[in-house]
Structure formats: structure tokens, C-alpha cells
């Protein structure tokens, strides 16, 4: 059986992964009631099988979930004050300093003062987790979707479950961003996009694929960073009830597909692996935070290969894959089709993280509640 073989160019818009001046052309645009439509053409499955436990893995990973929930307007000191610029000043000053690592020579912020550095600090704070809270309604609705169209009540089960993880992850960004920092930030386009091709796919699979294996992959890995980082303690202890929710949630699309691709032919599994590929390259280009060097005044094109030139960046943005790439390899997707998403994630930089732990054994390790300990460490 023959497969059509996609280009990159056909499946990213552009030839070269690299190519900053694409990736910096893709701007986002804001509607002006503040909603954003995507049709949606897929079947609503019920199932008259109600007998619980039929996937064993499944049934304990809701029982779990049951057991995990935990409530964002109490759980969480919401009383700490937060001085968003004295954590800038001391977050650069343990990595270095603001520029450490990057020459930023003949560019628009070789004469930025520490002022300068310290708005550009808290901007970018409000970036990204402006983006994590776009990121979490995108995963409330998937998974909404998802109960829907899932063929099997066990998963049914633990989707429901999830829907009200999702809605609370987005109350407790959404207030974070409201009550200690100075700002959001509209969704950035990359990230839109990829949404936009998720929830639009009428196939349940590729929904689980697109948002509990790529993105909410990629989000365990950011939140782990940012929760390391932060010497915050309300934003850190937020990020590790999060992380625990998260960690259930690839898990849920780790054990599902598992046993859903094994039943794909070749063409149907090439057809995911360039779904994954896309996502991948999307999530990587939306980090870029154009949108953060245009409210300070630079234009993206002269500043941002250079920044992505520091090693500190390149390792950082590989690592934010070290979730997703045992997951794919879990899932079969790496060595499917002569080993194309191999190839593909070997171009990324981020083929390495194959032989980690997939999230579909390691989610035990994350406590469903953390304790005071474990949030301080």
C-alpha cells in the first residue's frame, strides 16, 4: 500500500523549520466582541456498554482524578503578596543576569537600562501565562469534545473529570493574571492555529492527540520549568496542583491511543505523525513571544535569532519536549512509516528524549495534592 507523502512545506508552510522570518509573519488578529468561532463537524457517540472497568487503566486513572480534585478559590494562598518586578530583579540575578548568554550587539537593546530589562522581565511573565491560560480553555473545550465523541464509557468517565480540571486551571490563570500581575495578553497565532486545527478535526483521535499528548505534553514541561524558577509561592504552589491535574491528563491520552493505533494501518498512522509534527512546530514557534518585542518596541526580526542563538534557549526549548517524545514513542508514532516523525524530531533537536519516562507510568510519581513540602522544594 502506497502513502502520500506530505512535504514539510506542506504540512508547515515553509521548507525550513528555521526560517524566523516565516515564523515571525504569522501575526495574530483580535475579534472584536472578544470570541473567537470554530466549526466543528463530528459524531456524538453514546454508548449503551455501561460496565465500568472494561479498561482497567482507565477506570484507575478516574478513580484517581476523583479523589485529586481540589478548589482554586480556596486551596490556594491567595493572600501572598506579589511583588512581580523584585521577582524579576532576583530570578535574572540567579541565572546571570538579564542578558547572560546572548550577544545582543548593533540591536535596538544593547543600551537597555536595568529599567528597560525589568519591564521586559514582567512582559514576558504576562506572555506566557496569558498563553497558558488561552491553552487551558483550548484543553477545556477538547475535552468537553472528547466525552463526547469517545467511543468508550471509561474514558467518558475520566474526560468528564477533566473538563472540570480544565475550568479550574483556567479560573486560577485567569486570576493569577488578574490580581498579582500587570497584564494579558491576546493568544498568540501559532498557538491559535494549532487550537483552530484540533478542535476542528472531526476525528476523536486526532483531538486526543493534538491536546492531551502535544499540548498538555508540552504545558507538564513549561509548568515544571516556570514552577522551578518562580520564587513565588502562590505561583508555584498553583503550577504544582496543575501539574499533578496535568500529568493524569497525558496519561488519559497516552492509555487511550495506545490501544486505538494499534488497529491503524501505515497511511492512517503517517497522517498522525505529520498531525504531530505540526503540533510540535507550531507549540516551538509560538516560545518566540514576538508579540512581547513588539509592546517594547523592537521589531521580532532584529532581535529574535539572536536570542535564539544562546545555548541557555536552545536547551530550554528542546527540554520542553521531553515529555512528548516518550509519549510518541509509547504511542508507536516514532518508527512508524520508516521512522518519519524520528526524522522529524531528530531535525527539532529534540530526538534525545525518546528513552524518558512516558507519561502513561510516570504519573503515579506526581501527588494528586501537593504537600507543603513538595511545593517548597
Known sequence: MSIDMNS????????DIDDFEAILSVVGTEEADG??????????????DYEKGTRPKLDKLYEKAKKAQWNGQTDLPWDTDVDQEKLIVENAMATGGFTAGVDLTGTPAEKWSEKEWIQFGV?????TLSQFLHGEQGALVCTAKIVESVPWIDAKYYAATQVMDEA??????????????????????HLRMLLDDIIADSRWDMTYLGMQIMVEGLALAAFGFMAQMTADPLLKQLLRYVMADEARHVAFGVLSLQEYYQGLNAAELRERQEFAFEAAVRMRDRFLQQEVWDRMGIDPKSIVPLIQQA???AQFQALLFSKIVPNCRKLGLLDAADGWLRTKFTELGVIEFESWEDTGEEYDSFAAVPSADQVAS
Open 168 to 189: 479550574r486551571h483556567v479560573e486560577v490563570f485567569a486570576k493569577y493574571l488578574d490580581d498579582k500581575c500587570s497584564g494579558h495578553y491576546p493568544i498568540n497565532a
Open 35 to 48: 470570541r473567537h468561532t470554530v466549526h466543528s463537524d463530528y459524531d456524538t457517540i453514546f454508548t449503551w
Open 311 to 313: 545555548p541557555e534557549r
Open 123 to 127: 512582559e514576558s511573565q504576562n506572555w
Open 8 to 15: 514539510t512545506n506542506d504540512i508547515i508552510g515553509r521548507e
